[in-house]
């Protein structure tokens, strides 16, 4: 057998193998996602739940008192139509507060906004840790936090 012959044999032989191992992990992945169903959890969700419920509505688009908002990723607060909740408020600014989820509870951050956000009765300045029952002040709307 000449020299030529046997690399290109090696050569066959290995390339048989690196199709192979790419193969193992091609149906590898796809196992995991028939498995999990093809969904894939989003990185910033909280593992424990979270609702927004309407206490005071004010002039929030599609908003009813007494309803519950799920808390599942961030939402934003604001007067623009971009909003996750848009409240047509003349004393809320276009972009005006986000609420924010991590794996360690709830944030809730002004956009230092004009008239600003109010947690329990007190002025949200940047970020603060949000608690179950916490009420939150925009506007004229008034939210609590349920976990």
Same mark, same amino acid.
């Given at each position: ?6 690399? +290109? ?27 999990? +169903?093809?969904?894939?959890?989003? $990185? ?15 002039? +929030?688009? +599609? ?6 908002? $799920? ?18 408020? $003349? ?57």
């Amino acid at each position: 057998m000449s020299f030529s012959k046997m690399i +290109g044999g090696i050569f066959g032989i290995v390339f048989i193998i690196i199709l192979y191992v790419i193969i193992y992990y091609a149906l590898k992945i796809m196992y995991k996602d028939v498995k999990n +169903g093809g969904k894939r959890r989003r $990185p910033s969700a909280v593992k424990g739940s979270y609702g927004l419920e309407i206490i005071k509505s004010g002039n +929030g688009k +599609g908003l009813k008192d007494g309803s519950i908002i $799920p808390i599942r990723y961030d939402l934003t607060i604001g007067r623009k139509e971009n909003n996750s909740i848009v409240l047509a408020d $003349p004393h809320v600014s276009g972009s005006h507060a986000k609420i924010i989820v991590r794996n360690n509870g709830l944030f809730i951050e002004d956009f230092d906004s004009t008239n600003g956000t109010y947690v329990n009765r007190a002025k949200v300045n940047g970020k603060m840790k949000l608690s179950n029952r916490d009420e939150i002040k925009i506007g004229t709307a008034v939210f609590k936090i349920l976990s």
